[in-house]
Every structure is written in C-alpha cells, then in structure tokens.
C-alpha cells in the first residue's frame, strides 16, 4: 500500500532553513503528484504546495511563497521542500501526501516535526 | 480562511453523527473536490470521504459524505467507540488553492 515517510524536521533558529525530504513506497512514484501540508501545535490543517508528477506544475499557498521551495526527484521517489527565511510561526508538523489535483490531499505520511525558536 | 466546522459533536454507540463543513461559493459550493480525514492524537490524517461522496476502499460504509450549497457534511453511522478522533474537512479553493476546515472533535459517549 502506499507508504510516506518524513524526515529532515528539527529544531532551527529564526530566520534559519531546512530541507525536508518525504521517500514513497507501495505505488508508482513517478505517476503521482504530492504535496505538502503543516499542523501547528495544537492547530488545524494548513495546504502548503504541490508538485505535479513531472515538476512540471507547482503552487504554493501565499504563506509559504517566496520562502519554501517544493522538488521532487522521481528517480529517488521522493519530494523535497526547503524552507528558507524561517519564522516562530512556521512551528508545526509537516506532512508530504499524494494529491490528485484538484482533489485535496490523499494519502499522508507520519509527519516531521519542524520547530523554529532561538 | 478555514472552512467553518463545529468544535465538537457527540454520540452514543449505535448512534449517527453528522458533521457540517461551511465555506462559500468559492470553494466548496463552487466544486465538487471535498475530502474528509479522520486524524487521532499524535497519527497522521486519514482520508476517509473523497469527492464528496467517495469512500476509499477499506473505509467502513458508515461513513458517508454529502454536499447541499456550500456545505459540505460527513455522517458516521453505527458509532463505535474508535470513531472517536478528531475529524476535518477539505475543500478545493480556486486558483490553485486547497482549504482546511477547523476540525470537529468526535466524541463516543
């Protein structure tokens, strides 16, 4: 079945970067466009960005824009964000997950836990 | 903004339950791309409706979902006590945009 899993989340100062990387398994990789979404503590869900199956597409949602960078390497089947320009805010538990666009999200990883405090 | 969902609902075992997701003509009255995830403390979510009115497969048939306007509605039927989770709704936004809802808190009395 389909597997996700996370990883790359850690604590950074503000203003600091990371990268997150997501490695799918149990389906074809390369047919599938993904995305990324964020829970803040104790928060609901927030949709961050998405990546067509050839890269060929992305969005992204106007908190992230400018600072996230979201890729994808079919050949490692996995997807990428960075994120630079980091803020307090930007506290959460982040999640790769296919997505059939326009569909919302599908199928989820188990989340990587990203916390930026100095 | 988040798509509007009561904070919590509540039923007894054996008994139905029924969610509302509230948004506008923008996204959930504007599309039929509504999913619905059922998420327990510390997991991932789970996508338990899709399209609206899709159940993947492996999700019990109590669980059904439904739209009227812009809003969009999920009913658990025959409670048991690990429907119990938080529950959230989502919606295509337009533009390339996805929303969430603000989550309902399920309870199995």
């Known amino acids: 079945q389909v597997q996700l899993v996370e990883s790359g989340g850690g604590l950074v100062k503000p203003g600091g970067s990371l990268r997150l990387s997501c490695v799918g398994s149990g389906f074809v990789f390369n047919d599938y466009h993904m995305g990324w979404i964020r829970q803040a503590p104790g928060k609901g869900l927030e949709w961050l960005s998405y990546?067509?199956?050839?890269?060929?597409?992305?969005y992204y949602a106007d908190s992230v824009k400018g600072r996230f960078t979201i890729s994808r390497d079919n050949t490692r089947k996995s997807v990428y964000l960075q994120m630079n320009s980091l803020r307090v805010d930007d506290t959460a538990i982040y999640y790769c997950?296919?997505?059939?666009?326009?569909?919302?999200?599908?199928?989820w990883g188990q989340g990587t836990q990203v916390t930026v405090s100095s | 903004s988040a798509l509007t969902q009561p904070p919590s609902a509540s039923g007894s075992p054996g008994q139905s339950v029924t969610i509302s997701c509230t948004g506008t003509n923008s996204d959930i009255g504007g599309y039929n791309f509504v999913s619905w995830y059922q998420q327990y403390p510390g997991k991932a979510p789970k996508v338990m409706i899709y399209e609206v009115d899709k159940r993947p497969s492996g999700v019990p048939d109590r669980f059904s979902g439904s739209k009227a306007g812009y809003t969009a509605s999920l009913t658990v039927s025959g409670l048991q006590p690990d429907d119990e989770a938080e529950y959230y709704c989502?919606?295509?936004?337009?533009?390339?945009?996805?929303?969430f809802g603000t989550g309902t808190t399920v309870t199995v009395l």
């Open positions: 997950a296919t997505q059939d666009k326009p569909n919302p999200p599908h199928h």
């Open positions: 990546i067509s199956y050839s890269a060929g597409t992305i």
């Open positions: 989502s919606s295509y936004a337009g533009s390339n945009t996805y929303l």
